[in-house]
Structure formats: C-alpha cells, structure tokens
C-alpha cells in the first residue's frame, strides 16, 4: 500500500544538525511532490518547505530558508530534511507529507507517522 | 504568504450534535482549502479537499463547502471517533499555509 516511513526520534544539542529521511512505497516516487510540516508541542501545524522528487527543485518556508535543505534519493525512494543550528524552539514532531495533484486540489494526502526532535542540552 | 484563520479554535460537543468550523483565507483561494483530522499522537489524515470532496474513506458526515476566502467543515452528527482537532490548509499558491486548529472536545 501507499505509505510514507520516516526515520526514528532524535535527540540534538543547540548548535547541531539534524537529518530525517521518509522512504516512500507503493508508488511512482518521482510523481508527486513532497512536503515536510512539523508541529512544535502543543501547537499546530508548520509548512516547512517541499522538493520535487523528479528533478530535485526545492522550495522553502522564509522562515527556515538558510537553515533547513530538502533533498531526495531516486534509488531508495526517499526524500530528505536536514535542519542546521539547531535551538530548543525546533523542537517538534516533523512530517513528510505527499501531495496528491491537481486534480485532488493539491492536497496532503499520505502523511509519514512523524519523527520527534528534541534539540536539549 | 496567505493566512488562514480559524474558528473557533476549541469547542465542546456531545455526540449527536451538528458542528461547523469556520476558515477564512486572508485573499481569495478559489476553491484550494482542504480539511484535516488529528488525534493525539497520530499524523493528520486528510478529509476533504478542493473545499468540498469527500477524501475516500472518510465518512458522509463529513462535508466541506465555500470559495473565495470563507470555508466551512460541517460535521452532521458527532461520533466518539470525531472528538480531535481539525485544520485548514490553503494549497492555491505559495507556502502551504495551515489554520490554526480546531480542538473538538468532548462535553
């Protein structure tokens, strides 16, 4: 079936980089685009940027632009996202999420379980 | 960047009860609002996109309508499993913003 699987929990200090992965299955990969939405404890939803898996193109929330790389791997059907400089307010749940197409409105149809990342020292 | 905003953001409800939330986009987004349900500790699932289309799978109770800047997620009668919060997503263009959440709780 169609799932998105991410990468386990992580624990970071501040000044420190994080990478979380989201292995895509059960469908053409380089068809639809990805996404990646977090969610800080008890708040709501975050656009964070997306990537184009066919060609790579990215795009970024304003907010992360400088600090955050979006990046996929066509072999393994996985897109990546990478954070740098890390500080307690990026603490968060983060979340892939696959976009559906035009015909669906664009909207975020499959969604990876979360990875949680505490940024501590 | 488009803002959404929603309301209200938490209410109480009983099961049986009708209940609408509200979303409105700070321009016009024609009809690119989608709708999705979270539970504690699980990944949003979609419910309805383009405003007002039943995601599959997701039950006739649900039903979403509006265009323009002014949206509504109407629940016809509440079940134990509606109790969660809800979110609007603008997917016309640029950042994908989301509201900020309604939390269904349960009277």
């Known amino acids: 079936q169609v799932q998105l699987v991410q990468s386990g929990a992580e624990v970071k200090k501040p000044g420190a980089s994080v990478k979380v992965s989201c292995k895509a299955s059960?469908?053409?990969?380089?068809?639809?685009?990805m996404h990646w939405v977090r969610q800080a404890p008890g708040h709501g939803l975050e656009w964070m940027g997306m990537v184009n898996p066919s060609g790579g193109s990215t795009s970024y929330a304003q907010k992360f632009q400088g600090r955050v790389t979006m990046t996929r791997d066509t072999s393994t059907s996985t897109v990546y996202m990478e954070m740098s400089s890390l500080r307690s307010e990026d603490t968060a749940v983060y979340y892939c999420?696959?976009?559906?197409?035009?015909?669906?409105?664009?909207?975020?149809?499959?969604w990876g379980q979360g990875t949680m990342v505490t940024v501590s020292s | 960047d488009i803002q959404m905003t929603q309301s209200p953001s938490s209410l109480s409800a009983s099961v049986g009860d009708r209940l609408t939330i509200t979303c409105r986009a700070s321009?016009?987004?024609?009809?690119?609002l989608n709708w999705y349900q979270q539970k504690p500790g699980k990944a949003p699932t979609l419910l309805i996109y383009?405003?007002?289309s039943l995601e599959i799978g997701v039950p006739s109770r649900f039903s979403g309508s509006g265009s323009g800047t002014d949206f509504t997620l109407t629940i016809s009668s509440l079940l134990p499993e509606d109790f969660a919060t809800y979110y609007c997503?603008?997917?016309?263009?640029?950042?994908?913003?989301f509201g900020g959440g309604t939390k269904v709780e349960i009277k």
């Open positions: 997503q603008q997917s016309y263009r640029g950042p994908r913003t």
């Open positions: 321009q016009s987004i024609s009809i690119y």
């Open positions: 059960g469908y053409t990969f380089t068809s639809y685009y």
């Open positions: 999420a696959r976009v559906s197409g035009p015909s669906r409105g664009n909207a975020f149809d499959i």
């Open positions: 383009a405003a007002s």
